[in-house]
Nanobody, 120 residues
Framework: QVQLVESGGGLVQPGGSLRLSCVAS????????MGWYRQAPGKQRELVATITSGGYINYADSVKGRSTISRDTKNTVDLQMNGLQPEDTAVYYC???????????????WGQGTQVTVSS
């Protein structure tokens, strides 16, 4: 079994900052990429940022310039978000494209999400 566990969400005022963290654990053979997605009320899940094992980074236009994704360790991914606005309110999900030992097939895995609420 593999797990992705998110942390760092919470309530923040407009203009504030949060740092989201995700840790992958379990029978992992290889992690190809990790990233963050979010789903706001009434909307579909959308990409926030991704980073590959080779260091290629992709940001959504809505967060470019105020967000930073990083992988400080092999099995972790962090998302620093600054200048948060109410439209950033969503459940943020950690994603990993991984090859696991039980199947030796690459698939997308998801955490259970962490709530980010931006409100005054």
């Amino acid at each position: 079994q593999v797990q992705l566990v998110e942390s760092g969400g919470g309530l923040v005022q407009p203009g504030g900052s949060l740092r989201l963290s995700c840790v992958a654990s379990g029978s992992i053979f290889m992690i190809h990429a990790m990233g963050w997605y979010r789903q706001a009320p009434g909307k579909q899940r959308e990409l926030v940022a991704t980073i590959t094992s080779g260091g290629y980074i992709n940001y959504a236009d809505s967060v470019k310039g105020r967000s930073t994704i990083s992988r400080d360790t092999k099995n972790t991914v962090d998302l620093q978000m600054n200048g948060l606005q109410p439209e950033d309110t969503a459940v943020y999900y950690c994603n990993a494209r991984m090859t696991v030992l039980t199947t030796l097939k690459d698939d997308d895995y998801w955490g259970q999400g962490t709530q980010v609420t931006v409100s005054s």
